[in-house]
Every structure is written in structure tokens, then in C-alpha cells.
């Protein structure tokens, strides 16, 4: 497994590293399969394991899972959604979010801590001046900081146009940004990453296959379903399966060749629920970045719809039904 720097941190991750959301008990998930899921992540080498309060029981499913592990790894969470009420102008309030990580992780700090969604005011309004990103939270995480609970501060979201101004404060030495830059969607390629590079911050990119959009193929959702497709994103789809025929390649696999084919990344988050999708997803590493000829073809049909229609959701629903506009 490739190590890549993290920002300007001194920390290395593995440019596959794992994301927490899927290992929690959502959709009924054994904690016997998300235990074997991240065992074996660690045992191909992934040493970065993203998390939060928000991904339903994924911080206490790890905290059981990486017991007793000797193996080093790096570890990430949030602020945001807990305690109830959530009061996120609250210092107290916030320091016992982290405490009762800590505790469901079994850890003694935290490597990196994000501020979760922070680009949406009336999700959790972090800010006491939105415009200047200043609010009690930063006071906190420099306190957590000064007493070796937290290594790293960061900042997770996923609106890449507000992501960049909060980016560009150089308040924070990560960020991790999601639903934006993947096969398809690239919104942050013009905001997110070249801000993010200038400032010597790392780079976590969340969901490289748009939350499963782009881990399988819909051809027949694509051909006559999905009342909610716009014409563009149906006919880009369209050509992209045609030209997965003619490389003979997995959409899964294209699309997480992608995304680390990006050296300004510092690593890619998977999903993966099973041991089987982290063995799919290694695989595909392991690949290496795509070819000159299929970038370009990928990169030509990417440009068919730079950015998504009005009212297309953040994760696309195929089979999911259709619950309005603009809806995640």
C-alpha cells in the first residue's frame, strides 16, 4: 500500500483508507462483518480510519472492532449532532462530543478532528461570524490541541463552493471533502483541491464512488427509469457505460482509479462493507492511475455536464424512488 504525505502534518496514509459510515450497523449490518471488514483493511496496509458521531454507531462498531489491535493507525471524527441538543456555539457542549468519542473509540486522543459540515449555516451554525469563520469551536480545538487531545484540525463538508472560503482562512490542516470530486461529479477540482494544495493542507476525498452511483451499473435505470434523471446526465451515463464495455474495466474500478490517479490527494475514503468490497477495492489500487488515453476519454466525458442539474441529489437514487428536488 502507497503512503502519500497528509498536507504539511508529518503524517503519511495510505492513499486507500477506510471509511467509517458503512461500518456502522446501518442497514442491519453484523458487527462480526464490519469487524472483518476492518481487520482486513488494516492487514492490506490502510492505516487511516475516517468516523463520526453523525454515522450512527460506526465510532462504538470501531472502538470493538480495533481492540486490542497493535497495529499503528491514524484515526478521525467530528464535531457535530451530539450530545442532544447539539449546541454547537457551546464550548462545554463540544468538549463532551469529543469526550464521548474518545470513549467510543477506546483512545486517549485523536489524530485529526473535523468540523462537520461547516458550509452550512442552519445544519449546525458553527459560526458566530459566518462571513469571517470564526466562532467558539476554533478557540476549542486550539485548548484540545495545547492538551494533546487532538493532533490535527480539520474541516468535512460537502458544498465545494463555501468549502473553499472556509479552506482558504488557513484555519485548519485537513480537509476532507465529499460528493465533489469523483468520476462524474468534479466541483471540487475547480474550488476545493487547489485551494487546499496552496495551503499545504491534506486532502481527504469522501464517497470516490458518489456513495454507489458509480460502485455499479444501472443500465437499465440509465435506459428507462430514474424519472428524476436529467436528459445530460442520462446520455453522459450512457456513454460512460458504452466506453466500460470497451475497456472491459468495472465502473468501481475506473472510478477509484480516478480519484487516485490525483497526486495532489492525500487518499481516498472506500466504503467498503465486507470483506470482499475491501479486497475489490485493494484490487483496484493496486491497478495503479489510469492510462494517458483512457484519462482523456474519461475527462471528455466528465465535461459533457461540468456541473450537476438543478435538483439532482447528492446521491443518486436508482431504486431509491424519487423524494424531490435537491434532496440528499
Known amino acids: 500500500m502507497k503512503l502519500r504525505n497528509l498536507g504539511n502534518t508529518g503524517i503519511q ?3 486507500l483508507s477506510l471509511g467509517g459510515l ?30 463520526a458521531p453523525g454515522y450512527s454507531n460506526s465510532e462504538e462498531t470501531l472502538g470493538k472492532a480495533l481492540e486490542g489491535v497493535e497495529q499503528p493507525y491514524i484515526i478521525s471524527t467530528k464535531l457535530g449532532g451530539r450530545p442532544k441538543p447539539f449546541e454547537p ?3 462545554e457542549c463540544l468538549r463532551r462530543s469529543l469526550e464521548m468519542s474518545l470513549e467510543a473509540l477506546k483512545r486517549d486522543h485523536i489524530d485529526i478532528l473535523f468540523v462537520h459540515e461547516p458550509e452550512r449555516p442552519g445544519q449546525y451554525d458553527w459560526w458566530s461570524d459566518f462571513e469571517n469563520v470564526d466562532g467558539p469551536v476554533l478557540e476549542l ?15 468535512g463538508g460537502t458544498m465545494a463552493w463555501e468549502m473553499e472560503r472556509i479552506v482558504r482562512t488557513g484555519k485548519f490542516d485537513v480537509v476532507l471533502t465529499a460528493f465533489n470530486y469523483s468520476l462524474l461529479w468534479r466541483e471540487a477540482e475547480w474550488s476545493v483541491i487547489p485551494a487546499a494544495k496552496e495551503l499545504g493542507m491534506g486532502i481527504v476525498i469522501g464517497s470516490p464512488l458518489q456513495q454507489g452511483a458509480l460502485a455499479t451499473r444501472y ?8 424519472v428524476w434523471m436529467s436528459p445530460p446526465r442520462r446520455n453522459q451515463l450512457k456513454d460512460l457505460y458504452a466506453f466500460l464495455d470497451q475497456i472491459d474495466m468495472s465502473i468501481a474500478e475506473l472510478s477509484l482509479r480516478f480519484v487516485l490517479s490525483n497526486p495532489d490527494i492525500s487518499c481516498a475514503l472506500m466504503g467498503a462493507r465486507s470483506v470482499e468490497e475491501v479486497d475489490l477495492n485493494y484490487k483496484a489500487m493496486e491497478a495503479g492511475p489510469l492510462p494517458e488515453d483512457i484519462m482523456k476519454r474519461v475527462n471528455e466525458i466528465a465535461g459533457q455536464l461540468p456541473f450537476r442539474p438543478y435538483g439532482e441529489p447528492a446521491a443518486l ?8 428536488p435537491g434532496g440528499a
Do not use: H, P, W
Request: no cysteine; hydrophobic share 35%.
Open 13 to 15: 496514509v495510505s492513499e
Open 22 to 51: 458503512f461500518i456502522s450497523s446501518i442497514g442491519g449490518r453484523e458487527f462480526e462483518q464490519s469487524r472483518a471488514a476492518t481487520l482486513r483493511a488494516l492487514e492490506l496496509g490502510v492505516n487511516y480510519i475516517d468516523t
Open 89 to 91: 456555539q457551546n464550548k
Open 141 to 155: 480545538i486550539d485548548e484540545l490541541k495545547a492538551e494533546g487531545l487532538v493532533r490535527f484540525s480539520g474541516v
Open 219 to 226: 443500465d437499465d435505470q440509465v435506459d428507462n427509469g430514474a
Open 317 to 324: 437514487r436508482f431504486g431509491g424512488g424519487y423524494r424531490g
